[in-house]
């Protein structure tokens, strides 16, 4: 696959994703019992908004350049923001965390983290953002795979899947995923991260997996209306077994990116399948 996250590091999907992120880890880890974590598709960990991938699309100017320089960003974005001022101790926005370097900053003794990736190049630089945690470990391994086997060996488990998309199988593999894992642990926490583009597809996603999940929070953040299927309009959230009371901060965190990085006619909405 040729999908390399440093593309988009940084873009309005980020600040969605990592909203969300840091808010189901709070929660999670209010209990004491210890937790693993295991990221499917983890990426490089952390990336370079100054190299020349991420420069060619340019997608982090109306993402997370917008979140640090205003001032009416609400508290969910707070973890994200202070762990963007961290990579940068001389000031800017030159490094943004990914997903792995968030989850393993949030890790407590006791809990484990299993960050998966398949390329090469990417999992000698997880490696390296991961070296420091002593919780943590990147595997070179598919991720499905991998959230399947964790989910079966008992203790709590939240498991973050988070495809490129690039592949026509993308979402059965997700939905199959959920059932097996739903079927050895039916207490694990599942967060999906979908591109939106088009509504059949979110919604026949949706309809897929509501068999084995019956319990789903679904934050979409839609910057434009859902008209063209060739394009990403926006992005959605969609979590199994999700704590409950965050509501409030996710619908805060997605009305934030659409009221401020959307076109009109954009609409942000948190809900609960079946409520």
Same mark, same amino acid.
């Given at each position: 696959?040729?999908?390399?996250?440093?593309?988009?590091?940084?873009?309005?999907?980020?600040?969605?994703?990592?909203?969300?992120?840091?808010?189901?880890?709070?929660?999670?880890?209010?209990? %004491? !019992?210890? &937790?693993?974590?295991? #990221?499917?598709?983890?990426?490089?960990?952390?990336? /370079?908004? +100054?190299?020349? *991938?991420? $420069?060619?699309?340019?997608?982090?100017?109306?993402?997370?350049?917008?979140?640090?320089?205003?001032?009416?960003?609400?508290?969910?974005?707070?973890?994200?923001?202070?762990?963007?001022?961290?990579?940068?101790?001389?000031?800017?926005?030159?490094?943004?965390?990914?997903?792995?370097?968030?989850? %393993? !900053?949030? &890790?407590?003794?006791? #809990?484990?983290?299993?960050?998966?990736?398949?390329? /090469?190049? +990417?999992?000698? *630089?997880? $490696?390296?953002?991961?070296?420091?945690?002593?919780?943590?470990?990147?595997?070179?391994?598919?991720?499905?795979?991998?959230?399947?086997?964790?989910?079966?060996?008992?203790?709590?488990?939240?498991?973050?899947?988070?495809?490129?998309?690039?592949?026509?199988?993308?979402?059965?593999?997700?939905? %199959?995923?959920?059932?097996?894992?739903?079927?050895?642990?039916?207490?694990?926490?599942?967060?999906?991260?979908?591109?939106?583009?088009?509504?059949?597809?979110?919604?026949?996603?949706?309809?897929?997996?509501?068999?084995?999940?019956?319990?789903?929070?679904?934050?979409?953040?839609?910057?434009?209306?859902?008209?063209?299927?060739?394009?990403?309009?926006?992005?959605?959230?969609?979590?199994?077994?999700?704590?409950?009371?965050?509501?409030?901060?996710?619908?805060?965190?997605?009305?934030?990116?659409?009221?401020?990085?959307?076109?009109?006619?954009?609409?942000?909405?948190?809900?609960?399948?079946?409520?």
């Amino acid at each position: 696959m040729n999908y390399r996250h440093a593309f988009h590091a940084g873009n309005f999907a980020d600040l969605v994703k990592h909203a969300t992120l840091t808010l189901l880890l709070d929660a999670l880890t209010a209990d %004491a !019992a210890p &937790l693993t974590v295991v #990221d499917t598709h983890a990426g490089a960990g952390g990336y /370079d908004l +100054d190299g020349e *991938l991420a $420069r060619r699309t340019g997608e982090a100017a109306q993402g997370v350049f917008r979140l640090m320089a205003a001032d009416d960003a609400p508290a969910p974005f707070d973890r994200l923001k202070a762990a963007v001022r961290r990579g940068n101790p001389g000031g800017g926005v030159r490094f943004y965390p990914g997903s792995p370097s968030l989850i %393993a !900053a949030g &890790l407590r003794k006791g #809990d484990r983290y299993v960050a998966c990736e398949l390329r /090469d190049d +990417d999992v000698a *630089l997880l $490696r390296q953002t991961l070296a420091p945690f002593p919780g943590a470990r990147a595997e070179q391994t598919d991720g499905f795979a991998m959230a399947g086997r964790e989910a079966g060996k008992g203790g709590r488990v939240f498991i973050l899947i988070d495809p490129p998309f690039e592949r026509s199988d993308d979402y059965a593999r997700i939905a %199959a995923t959920l059932a097996a894992v739903m079927l050895l642990d039916p207490d694990a926490c599942v967060a999906v991260w979908l591109p939106l583009k088009d509504l059949e597809t979110f919604d026949s996603f949706l309809r897929s997996i509501e068999p084995a999940c019956a319990d789903l929070l679904v934050v979409e953040a839609r910057l434009k209306p859902l008209t063209d299927p060739m394009k990403m309009n926006g992005c959605a959230m969609v979590i199994a077994n999700a704590p409950p009371g965050l509501e409030p901060d996710l619908s805060a965190a997605a009305g934030w990116v659409v009221a401020r990085l959307g076109e009109t006619g954009g609409k942000a909405e948190v809900w609960r399948t079946g409520a």
